[in-house]
Protein backbone atom coordinates (compact mmCIF):
# COMPACT_ATOMS: atom_id res chain seq x y z
CA UNK A 1 0.00 0.00 0.00
CA UNK A 2 1.23 3.56 -0.83
CA UNK A 3 2.47 6.08 2.08
CA UNK A 4 -0.31 8.09 0.57
CA UNK A 5 -3.31 5.93 0.59
CA UNK A 6 -2.56 4.85 4.16
CA UNK A 7 -2.16 8.80 5.27
CA UNK A 8 -5.41 9.80 3.73
CA UNK A 9 -7.34 6.31 4.81
CA UNK A 10 -5.85 7.04 8.34
CA UNK A 11 -7.50 10.71 8.13
CA UNK A 12 -11.06 9.39 6.97
CA UNK A 13 -10.73 6.55 9.53
CA UNK A 14 -9.75 9.18 12.28
CA UNK A 15 -12.56 11.64 11.07
CA UNK A 16 -15.31 8.85 10.83
CA UNK A 17 -14.27 8.07 14.80
CA UNK A 18 -14.14 11.61 15.54
CA UNK A 19 -17.79 11.86 13.94
CA UNK A 20 -19.30 8.76 15.95
CA UNK A 21 -17.44 10.32 19.35
CA UNK A 22 -17.63 13.56 19.38
CA UNK A 23 -21.05 14.65 17.21
CA UNK A 24 -21.93 17.75 19.06
CA UNK A 25 -18.56 19.17 18.87
CA UNK A 26 -18.10 18.14 14.85
CA UNK A 27 -21.58 19.37 13.86
CA UNK A 28 -20.90 22.83 15.58
CA UNK A 29 -18.01 22.99 13.62
CA UNK A 30 -19.44 22.19 10.51
CA UNK A 31 -21.91 24.78 10.58
CA UNK A 32 -19.24 27.25 11.67
CA UNK A 33 -17.36 26.26 8.48
CA UNK A 34 -20.72 26.72 6.28
CA UNK A 35 -21.10 29.91 7.84
CA UNK A 36 -17.46 31.13 7.12
CA UNK A 37 -18.08 30.14 3.59
CA UNK A 38 -21.23 31.37 2.54
CA UNK A 39 -20.83 35.08 4.19
CA UNK A 40 -17.30 35.46 3.42
CA UNK A 41 -15.34 33.13 1.26
CA UNK A 42 -18.56 33.07 -1.84
CA UNK A 43 -19.70 36.39 -1.26
CA UNK A 44 -16.22 37.73 -2.01
CA UNK A 45 -14.67 35.03 -4.34
CA UNK A 46 -17.67 33.88 -6.27
CA UNK A 47 -17.96 37.55 -8.29
CA UNK A 48 -14.28 37.51 -8.71
CA UNK A 49 -14.09 34.03 -10.52
CA UNK A 50 -17.06 35.31 -12.89
CA UNK A 51 -15.61 37.79 -13.70
CA UNK A 52 -12.23 37.10 -14.48
CA UNK A 53 -13.71 34.15 -16.02
CA UNK A 54 -15.91 36.08 -18.62
CA UNK A 55 -12.82 37.90 -19.54
CA UNK A 56 -10.83 34.71 -20.34
CA UNK A 57 -13.77 33.55 -22.47
CA UNK A 58 -13.92 36.61 -24.51
CA UNK A 59 -10.05 36.82 -25.15
CA UNK A 60 -9.02 39.47 -22.74
CA UNK A 61 -6.47 37.44 -21.68
CA UNK A 62 -4.54 37.45 -24.87
CA UNK A 63 -4.73 40.96 -25.51
CA UNK A 64 -3.32 41.93 -22.30
CA UNK A 65 -0.89 39.01 -23.09
CA UNK A 66 0.20 40.86 -26.07
CA UNK A 67 0.39 44.59 -24.36
CA UNK A 68 2.65 42.72 -21.62
CA UNK A 69 5.20 40.60 -23.48
CA UNK A 70 7.85 43.18 -23.82
CA UNK A 71 7.84 43.17 -19.96
CA UNK A 72 7.30 39.09 -19.46
CA UNK A 73 9.38 37.84 -21.98
CA UNK A 74 12.87 39.46 -20.63
CA UNK A 75 11.82 39.67 -17.13
CA UNK A 76 10.05 35.63 -16.50
CA UNK A 77 11.09 34.26 -19.28
CA UNK A 78 7.28 33.76 -20.37
CA UNK A 79 4.71 34.72 -22.77
CA UNK A 80 3.02 38.30 -22.34
CA UNK A 81 -0.20 36.13 -21.22
CA UNK A 82 1.56 35.53 -17.56
CA UNK A 83 0.81 38.98 -16.87
CA UNK A 84 -3.04 38.05 -16.74
CA UNK A 85 -2.83 35.36 -13.54
CA UNK A 86 0.07 37.32 -12.03
CA UNK A 87 -1.93 40.88 -11.33
CA UNK A 88 -5.29 39.26 -10.76
CA UNK A 89 -3.30 36.83 -7.97
CA UNK A 90 -1.36 40.20 -6.48
CA UNK A 91 -4.62 42.00 -6.60
CA UNK A 92 -7.35 39.66 -5.02
CA UNK A 93 -4.99 37.12 -3.35
CA UNK A 94 -5.36 33.47 -2.88
CA UNK A 95 -6.48 31.39 -4.67
CA UNK A 96 -7.08 33.08 -7.86
CA UNK A 97 -3.72 33.38 -9.54
CA UNK A 98 -4.08 29.24 -9.49
CA UNK A 99 -7.05 29.55 -10.53
CA UNK A 100 -6.39 31.44 -13.66
CA UNK A 101 -3.33 29.62 -14.27
CA UNK A 102 -5.09 26.33 -14.48
CA UNK A 103 -7.99 28.22 -17.00
CA UNK A 104 -5.34 29.14 -19.19
CA UNK A 105 -3.53 25.22 -18.96
CA UNK A 106 -7.03 23.69 -19.24
CA UNK A 107 -7.47 26.13 -22.80
CA UNK A 108 -3.72 25.34 -24.39
CA UNK A 109 -2.71 29.11 -23.60
CA UNK A 110 0.61 27.97 -21.95
CA UNK A 111 2.09 25.04 -21.49
CA UNK A 112 2.68 22.39 -18.27
CA UNK A 113 5.92 24.01 -17.47
CA UNK A 114 4.78 27.28 -17.84
CA UNK A 115 1.97 26.95 -15.87
CA UNK A 116 4.17 25.61 -13.34
CA UNK A 117 6.56 28.62 -13.46
CA UNK A 118 3.08 31.25 -12.99
CA UNK A 119 2.60 29.47 -10.43
CA UNK A 120 5.63 29.85 -8.48
CA UNK A 121 4.77 34.02 -8.25
CA UNK A 122 1.06 34.39 -8.83
CA UNK A 123 -0.33 32.63 -5.94
CA UNK A 124 0.15 35.79 -3.31
CA UNK A 125 -2.00 37.19 -0.24
CA UNK A 126 -4.27 39.99 -1.11
CA UNK A 127 -4.09 43.66 -0.76
CA UNK A 128 -7.59 43.01 1.84
CA UNK A 129 -5.99 40.44 3.95
CA UNK A 130 -2.27 41.99 4.16
CA UNK A 131 -3.69 45.67 4.57
CA UNK A 132 -7.09 45.14 6.31
CA UNK A 133 -6.80 41.93 8.44
CA UNK A 134 -2.64 41.94 9.19
CA UNK A 135 -2.37 45.57 8.93
CA UNK A 136 -5.17 47.08 10.60
CA UNK A 137 -6.50 44.66 12.61
CA UNK A 138 -3.09 42.72 14.04
CA UNK A 139 -0.84 45.64 14.10
CA UNK A 140 -3.58 48.58 14.58
CA UNK A 141 -1.34 50.65 11.61
CA UNK A 142 -2.68 50.30 7.84
CA UNK A 143 1.28 51.33 7.43
CA UNK A 144 2.67 47.47 8.14
CA UNK A 145 -0.12 46.05 5.81
CA UNK A 146 1.11 48.18 2.94
CA UNK A 147 4.66 47.38 3.90
CA UNK A 148 3.99 43.54 3.52
CA UNK A 149 2.43 44.24 0.38
CA UNK A 150 5.04 46.03 -1.04
CA UNK A 151 7.24 42.75 0.38
CA UNK A 152 5.18 40.00 -1.54
CA UNK A 153 5.05 41.81 -4.32
CA UNK A 154 8.72 42.21 -5.09
CA UNK A 155 9.52 38.79 -3.31
CA UNK A 156 6.92 37.20 -6.29
CA UNK A 157 8.95 39.04 -8.61
CA UNK A 158 11.63 38.04 -7.47
CA UNK A 159 11.03 34.32 -7.09
CA UNK A 160 9.47 34.36 -10.56
CA UNK A 161 12.83 36.07 -11.82
CA UNK A 162 15.43 33.20 -10.40
CA UNK A 163 12.91 30.75 -11.40
CA UNK A 164 13.34 31.14 -14.97
CA UNK A 165 17.16 30.37 -14.52
CA UNK A 166 16.20 26.70 -13.38
CA UNK A 167 14.26 25.98 -16.48
CA UNK A 168 15.54 24.12 -19.57
CA UNK A 169 17.06 26.19 -22.23
CA UNK A 170 15.27 23.90 -24.84
CA UNK A 171 11.85 24.41 -23.23
CA UNK A 172 12.21 28.29 -22.61
CA UNK A 173 8.64 28.38 -24.62
CA UNK A 174 8.47 31.65 -25.72
CA UNK A 175 8.01 33.18 -26.66
CA UNK A 176 6.61 35.27 -29.34
CA UNK A 177 2.85 35.67 -28.23
CA UNK A 178 0.15 35.78 -30.83
CA UNK A 179 -3.27 36.48 -29.72
CA UNK A 180 -6.00 34.08 -31.43
CA UNK A 181 -8.79 35.38 -32.11
CA UNK A 182 -11.77 33.61 -31.35
CA UNK A 183 -15.78 33.77 -31.39
CA UNK A 184 -17.54 33.76 -28.49
CA UNK A 185 -21.20 34.21 -28.07
CA UNK A 186 -21.41 36.62 -24.69
CA UNK A 187 -24.33 34.54 -23.27
CA UNK A 188 -22.39 31.28 -24.03
CA UNK A 189 -19.21 33.18 -22.14
CA UNK A 190 -21.23 34.39 -18.84
CA UNK A 191 -23.19 31.06 -18.59
CA UNK A 192 -19.68 29.17 -18.47
CA UNK A 193 -17.91 31.76 -16.36
CA UNK A 194 -20.64 32.01 -13.99
CA UNK A 195 -20.90 27.42 -14.10
CA UNK A 196 -16.74 27.76 -13.32
CA UNK A 197 -16.88 30.05 -10.79
CA UNK A 198 -19.32 28.09 -8.97
CA UNK A 199 -18.00 25.08 -9.14
CA UNK A 200 -14.73 26.27 -7.65
CA UNK A 201 -16.84 28.20 -4.98
CA UNK A 202 -18.28 24.88 -3.70
CA UNK A 203 -14.98 23.35 -4.11
CA UNK A 204 -13.52 25.46 -1.76
CA UNK A 205 -16.57 25.31 0.89
CA UNK A 206 -16.42 21.70 0.51
CA UNK A 207 -11.94 22.09 1.60
CA UNK A 208 -13.36 24.55 4.49
CA UNK A 209 -15.92 21.93 5.84
CA UNK A 210 -13.74 18.86 5.74
CA UNK A 211 -10.78 20.41 7.36
CA UNK A 212 -12.72 22.42 9.80
CA UNK A 213 -14.11 19.50 11.40
CA UNK A 214 -11.15 17.48 11.06
CA UNK A 215 -9.15 20.48 13.00
CA UNK A 216 -12.02 19.97 15.53
CA UNK A 217 -11.49 16.16 15.75
CA UNK A 218 -7.64 16.64 16.89
CA UNK A 219 -8.66 19.44 19.15
CA UNK A 220 -11.52 17.01 20.68
CA UNK A 221 -9.04 14.21 20.33
CA UNK A 222 -6.49 15.92 22.18
CA UNK A 223 -4.19 15.65 19.54
CA UNK A 224 -3.06 19.37 20.11
CA UNK A 225 -2.60 19.30 23.68
CA UNK A 226 -0.62 16.01 22.74
CA UNK A 227 2.28 17.84 20.71
CA UNK A 228 1.75 21.11 22.69
CA UNK A 229 3.55 18.80 25.68
Not at 130 to 145: I, R
Not at 167 to 193: G, M, N, Q, W
Request: charged share 10%.
Amino acid sequence: MKKDTLLFGGFACFLLYCLLRYPEAMLTASANSIQLWLTKVFPSLFPFLAACGLLLQMGVAEKIGAFFCPIMKPLFGLSGIAAFPFFLGILSGYPMGAKITALLYEKKLISLEDAQHILVFSNNPGPLFLVGTVGVAFFGVAFWGYALLLCSFLGAVTTGVFWRFGKKKTTLSAITYTPVPREVSPFSALSDSIYDAMMTVLQIGGYLILFGTLTEGMQQAGVFRFFSA
